[in-house]
């Protein structure tokens, strides 16, 4: 079965740095977001994406945050200063177009900030 | 703005006990309401879905949930667990818009299952 897959696993950057998450989400789904799980705390939403542009995005996705299809495959989250509350999993899932589809998850990307 | 509550935020049950996790919603206007289940290690999964029709839900691995519209709810149940079904539960709901919804997710639900 497909799957959403999100690389590294585990990344470990200083304040202040860039940091980009990969994620390539299933190959015929057009709908593609971001997620993060703080510990402890609830999963919260970040950006959606379709077309080629964003569709949705709360107020956690600020100027620090940006998202881009660069190719037909991957799907990246790029933070361009890290502060330590980024710290945090961060989810990628995919959707197919229509409606009563659910999204995908993959398995997530650990951000720590020190 | 949508929100989601789960009430129980640890459930410890022993193996053939039955289960029933809470959830319930906040939005004014028509929603789609999920399970999904995180396993030790593993990613976020869709246990099942309510999108419109019978609102008594079946899932896999034996999980039925059933929307109640007057109560806000969409609690999850399952008549006799098994300690494979230790994990992580999230309620989550998204607005019945066109897809591309973002969701909204409860705080989970820790079960453990003792052998």
């Known amino acids: 079965e497909p799957e959403v897959t999100q690389t590294p696993s585990h990344q470990v950057t200083q304040m202040g740095q860039e940091v980009i998450l990969r994620c390539v989400p299933i190959?015929?789904?057009?709908?593609f977001y971001w997620y993060r799980q703080i510990l402890g705390q609830k999963v919260e939403f970040l950006v959606s994406?379709?077309?080629?542009?964003?569709?949705?995005k709360s107020e956690i996705f600020d100027d620090q945050f940006s998202v881009e299809r660069p190719d037909g495959s991957n799907f990246t989250l790029k933070i361009r200063s890290t502060k330590l509350e980024d710290s945090a999993m961060y989810f990628c899932?995919?959707?197919?177009?229509?409606?009563?589809?659910?999204?995908?998850f993959g398995p997530g990307t650990r951000l720590t900030v020190t | 703005a949508q929100s989601v509550s789960q009430h129980n935020h640890h459930v410890i049950l022993s193996e053939a006990a039955s289960l029933e996790l809470g959830c319930n919603y906040s939005?004014?206007?028509?929603?789609?309401l999920f399970w999904y289940v995180q396993y030790p290690g593993q990613h976020l999964q869709l246990l099942l879905k309510?999108?419109?029709?019978?609102?008594l839900v079946k899932g896999i691995k034996g999980f039925e949930a059933e929307f109640i519209k007057s109560k806000f709810s969409f609690n999850l149940r399952k008549p006799s667990v098994q300690w494979s079904d230790t994990a992580e539960y999230f309620c989550?709901?998204?607005?019945?818009?066109?897809?591309?919804?973002?969701?909204?997710f409860g705080g989970g639900t820790r079960l453990m299952v003792k052998p």
């Open positions: 190959s015929n789904h057009l709908y």
């Open positions: 994406f379709y077309n080629n542009e964003i569709s949705e």
């Open positions: 899932a995919s959707q197919r177009e229509g409606v009563g589809y659910e999204q995908y």
């Open positions: 309510y999108f419109s029709g019978d609102p």
């Open positions: 939005y004014g206007g028509t929603v789609n």
């Open positions: 989550a709901v998204n607005a019945r818009r066109n897809a591309g919804n973002m969701l909204t």
